[in-house]
């Protein structure tokens, strides 16, 4: 159970516009491909993430907390999340699979944390889930 409440602080803000829907993100030597297209709400989804570095699949995902990779997604307005781990994955293949239902339709915001290689990165991606 998650509790929320609103916290107002005086002062003004900016705000920067929101990055472009993305299919790839990059983190020091290492290159993140989502794999997962056309995600509806209300739906059981597999995303699925593909680790490089220099053009080839990575060969060695490395356990961290106690799994093959943390997925954490944020929609945006409320900031609802989820929270996911990894289903249907194998360290040799350079690939980590998220199975997940997204509630409702909207902007999220995903934040993969994987182990490569013995090193753990962070890495996000922004994606719509359609009605």
Do not use: C, W
């Not at 002062?11 to 790839?24: K, L, M, Q, V, Y």
Request: glycine letters at 6%; aromatic letters at 10%; hydrophobic letters at 30%.
């Amino acid at each position: 159970m998650t509790l929320g409440f609103d916290l107002f602080v005086p002062g003004s803000a900016t705000f920067e516009s929101n990055p472009e829907i993305a299919r790839h993100a990059m983190t020091d030597e290492y290159t993140v491909e989502r794999r997962t297209d056309d995600i509806d709400a209300n739906e059981e989804t597999q995303l699925s993430f593909e680790i490089h570095r220099d053009d080839e699949r990575v060969s060695d995902l490395q356990d961290y907390l106690g799994a093959r990779g943390h997925l954490v997604a944020l929609r945006e307005g409320d900031l609802a999340y989820l929270h996911i781990h990894p289903k249907n994955t194998t360290p040799q293949t350079g690939r980590v699979e998220f199975g997940t239902t997204f509630p409702t339709p909207g902007r999220y915001r995903l934040y993969l944390q994987i182990k490569p290689d013995g090193n753990l990165i962070t890495t996000h991606f922004d994606i719509r889930i359609e009605d």
